[in-house]
């Protein structure tokens, strides 16, 4: 898809086009035959541009037509950016089932609501990325069909920033499609392999250790883990020197469970169904990892994925275990089925210890609990450091994706401690906040931040710019925060 900016496209350049509509009219240098539908629309109160409204008319030209798609942007300021990319997807996706091969973008309307053109430009480059994005790579008769231009009128747009938001949505969906890729095809030997490749392609070095190198390195907790399978774990280190002069480096760290079966704490055939997607955090740092490289940001970052898989055999960890770390710690395996902190520990201490890094943020999809808590609209944070936090939460706030932070309360710290070990695994309620905790007791005196997508990594409905399964959440997030680090 080629996104490119033509302010005085026609009805007779495209075959498809989405026409944002505002509630007060202003048709202003709409073509007239436009404004009578319009017109003929609102009289007869089927379309009046509210929010939550849009119409499908198709216009004919001599013997051509153009499907058109109004969307409603309403007047009162309450259409929000996230409603827009909603709105533009669902519009993409039925004119994309057309299959128009050009389609015309006019979005004069929404000068009234944001007449900033950078955010704008990215805004709009990436919701169409993401939108076109689905995942059928398995369906003998998916549709190939491609939109191959898409052409943008009635704003003042900046192409740097147009640029950005396709970089970011490329790399938005190129973590979605790791998070989709089934558990079987998808290993940690083939994780590790396709951020390889992703780095030569984008500008990031990438070190892949094997079970010989994890083992000199004492990982215990991650061996722990991935012992119960017959795949070899791998440890994913990726690199990227933004030449930053003050000498910071950020660390990611990304739960990369490429299937949770739970363990000998098995999990019912419903709650295992998904947990080929108990990668989302390593392909959010991965995806991230790609954005910041390909789009040259000043700041030096270290990603690390501690990657295997939690299953089943004579060679499993058990509950009742108590098992070493890396960072010395002894641990009491209270539950198979909490392995993703066992994973994180070892690669926060690794990433401390070895890539000289001054602060570091883990993200998991790590406790059911976070779904309980804040559902799939928005993460679980818990922090050390309210600078640190605060850096994260405008990350997520330019992104437009949602968090909210848990608190670290002293009577909490009890939980994670165990009688026979200095933590366990499994210290119950409230369960984000204890699996967080367990993770900052191996955090060295930097700052941290931990961010939970067990509830906004996947969903179970294609949906505005959501395709059914990864969401690529963390993506964009991560990627602001290495920008804002840069400043
Ligand atoms: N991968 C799961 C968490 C999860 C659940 C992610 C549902 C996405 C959707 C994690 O490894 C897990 O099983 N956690 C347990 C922890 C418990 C045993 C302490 C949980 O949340 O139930
Ligand atoms: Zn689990
Ligand atoms: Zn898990």
Redesign the pocket.
Known sequence: MQIRVDSDWKMKDVDGAIVGIGQNFDLNGFPEKLTEILSQLKEKELFQGKIDESYSVTWMHDSEWVDLIFIGLGDDGSFTRNKLRAEIGDAYRTLKKKKIKTLGLDMSALKAIYDEPSVVSRLLAETLVMSDYAFDDYKSDRKKHEIKTVLLKGLSYDQDALDEGEILGKSNVFSRSLTNMPANALTPTKLAQMAMEYGQSSGFEVEIKDLDEIKALNMEAFLSVAKGSTEPPKLIVMRYNGNEKSGNRLGLVG?G?TY?S?GL?I?PTA?MV??K??M?GASAVIGAMGAIAQMGIKTNVTAVVAACE?MISGHSYKPGDIISSMGGKSIFI????????LTLVDAVTYIQDHENVNMVLDI????????HCLGVDASAVLSNDDTFYSNVENAFKKADENQWRMPIFDEYKALIKHEQADLT????SP??I??GMFIEAFVKDIPWVHID???T??RDKQEGIFSKGGTGAGVRPLYFLAKKLSK
Do not use: Q
């Open positions: 739960k469970l949770d739970g704490s999990k709650g998904n947990m997607d108990d989302g939690n209270g539950n198979t089925d909490a392995e993703g902190r998991a999809t790590l406790t059911g609990a976070a779904i695994n499994s210290a119950g369960g984000t204890t699996a997508i067990a509830g990594a996947f």
